[in-house]
């Protein structure tokens, strides 16, 4: 089993919709967890961390549910700018220095 | 400005020699880190490095080695080990006191190996 896994999509988004999904992760004693957004053969970019109470930054709003082990990423008003890839990444070990484990992505195109 | 640079941006070997590329780091991060990205795969992780004249093996290591005589250069040398070098590489840094140690990479390597 993967450590984070995620729907591959395409989520296909009008313009303006609100689009939402999730990744799952199988550590439970992880302690961090983010969002990144990859364009198309570019490097990933931080979106967001994910605290435990769920936090937003703008059109976008993050949830973590520990007792089923997933996080989520929602985003609003959707743009064309937000079409990319966003990779779920969580903390592996309980050390927590800083040994990240790379969902493999969710691929979001909206449309006009 | 502070940030992270990988080159070159395309790289082309034949099989069977060694190739390194480079990273190198402004933001005086102490942790460095290597990974390759395959299609369709999360991210991997080679090597990394939490200060200098230190590294540890990551989850994908065999073929590949590192050093870390600086703390701005974190450089990956490609060997004719690895069986399958073709991917997209990309390095990282972290902070020490950054929320989670979330990293930031740099513009990323695409080696072909022919």
């Known amino acids: 089993r993967k450590e984070v896994e995620q729907d591959p999509g395409p989520f296909n988004v009008p313009e303006g919709a609100t689009v939402a999904f999730n990744c799952t992760y199988s550590n439970s004693a992880s302690q961090s967890f983010f969002w990144y957004r990859q364009d198309c053969r570019k490097e990933p970019k931080l979106l967001m961390s994910?605290?435990?109470s769920g936090n937003e930054d703008g059109r976008f709003t993050a949830q973590l549910n520990r007792a089923s082990q997933y996080i989520s990423l929602l985003i609003r008003d959707s743009k064309l700018s937000d079409s990319a890839t966003y990779l779920c990444?969580?903390?592996?070990?309980?050390?927590?220095?800083?040994?990240?484990?790379f969902g493999a992505g969710t691929q979001v195109v909206v449309t006009p | 400005d502070g940030g992270i640079t990988q080159s070159p941006k395309y790289l082309f070997r034949k099989e069977g020699q060694n190739v390194t590329l480079s990273c190198e780091q402004n933001?005086?991060?102490?942790?460095m880190y290597w990974y390759r990205q395959d299609p369709g795969q999360g991210l991997r992780l080679i090597y990394y490095?939490?200060?200098?004249?230190?590294?540890q093996k990551g989850d994908i290591a065999e073929g590949y080695s590192v050093s870390r005589e600086k703390k701005e250069s974190f450089p990956l040398t490609v060997t004719s080990a690895q069986k399958n070098p073709t991917a997209f590489y990309l390095c990282?840094?972290?902070?020490?006191?950054?929320?989670?140690?979330?990293?930031?990479f740099g513009p990323g390597t695409r080696l072909t190996v022919t």
């Open positions: 994910v605290y435990s």
């Open positions: 990444v969580v903390n592996g070990e309980t050390d927590s220095w800083g040994k990240l484990q």
């Open positions: 490095s939490q200060i200098v004249n230190d590294f």
């Open positions: 933001l005086n991060h102490d942790a």
């Open positions: 990282a840094s972290s902070p020490p006191d950054g929320f989670g140690y979330e990293q930031y």
